[in-house]
């Protein structure tokens, strides 16, 4: 599978930016992962092929997750920014039954785009 990310960039606290990923694979989990500096990999929400999402408590209710056919694009649409959630954002994807949420789980990797918030 082969994912192409984008979308990151410059913004202010409180504002809101939208990520993309296009997978060239329909029936794929796509996730979003993000690893701030210095720390871990931290999963975000994900979404199988048939729009059913998973999402960590820790986004849950700022960040949105949605799929659009048939160029299977997987957006992760963020609101209410803080310095927090500056960070290098992965989509990763996987063949599966069920949405995993860790990292090692995901056996494709798209590169990575960097989100900075300013506070």
């Known amino acids: 599978v082969q994912l192409q990310a984008s979308g990151g960039g410059l913004v202010q606290a409180g504002g809101s930016l939208r990520l993309s990923c296009v997978s060239s694979?329909?029936?794929?989990?796509v996730a979003w992962f993000r690893q701030a500096p210095g720390k871990g990999r931290e999963f975000l929400a994900a979404i199988n092929w048939n729009y059913r999402p998973k999402y960590a408590a820790s986004v849950k209710g700022r960040f949105t997750i949605s799929r659009e056919y048939p160029n299977d694009t997987v957006w992760l649409q963020m609101t209410d920014l803080n310095a927090e959630d500056t960070a290098v954002y992965y989509c990763a994807a996987v063949y599966a039954r069920d949405i995993p949420t860790t990292e090692t789980a995901y056996t494709s990797w798209g590169q990575g785009t960097l989100v900075t918030v300013s506070s």
């Open positions: 694979e329909r029936t794929v989990n």
